[in-house]
């Protein structure tokens, strides 16, 4: 089982920029493929971006592509999301979530991952 902690969330205006961390334990996070969703009030968990256990492949949402970028330092056992040109849209709970030994599997959809971080709250002002 991983133990997730992501940090690194707060309150900026649109157009700026946060960079989440999500910092795992156990032994399984370098085989482990890595995801970032988001949940905002009254809306279902989506899918943000996702990357391989190598970092080889990543795979984003297309409200994100081109302003988020997923990356992961499996020296560290850490996941990152950077996120620039935020929207206020983007106000959400973000959650890392890890799926251990996932080879060529990412998935993209909550049901594929087994572990779950706490969450950190982005919120973004107009």
């Known amino acids: 089982q991983v133990q997730l902690v992501e940090a690194g969330g707060g309150l900026v205006q649109a157009g700026g920029s946060l960079r989440l961390s999500c910092a795992a334990s156990?032994?399984?996070?370098?085989?482990?493929?890595m995801g970032w969703f988001r949940q905002a009030p009254g809306n279902e968990r989506e899918f943000v971006a996702a990357?391989?256990?190598?970092?080889?492949?990543?795979y984003y949402a297309d409200s994100v592509k081109g302003r988020f970028t997923i990356s992961r330092d499996n020296a560290k056992n850490t996941v990152f999301l950077q996120m620039n040109g935020l929207k206020p849209e983007d106000t959400a709970v973000y959650y890392c979530?890890?799926?251990?030994?996932?080879?060529?599997?990412?998935?993209?959809?909550?049901?594929?991952?087994?572990?779950w971080g706490q969450g950190t709250q982005v919120t973004v002002s107009s």
């Open positions: 990357i391989s256990w190598s970092g080889g492949s990543t």
């Open positions: 156990g032994r399984t996070f370098s085989s482990s493929a």
């Open positions: 979530a890890a799926r251990p030994y996932s080879d060529s599997d990412v998935p993209l959809h909550d049901s594929g991952y087994y572990s």
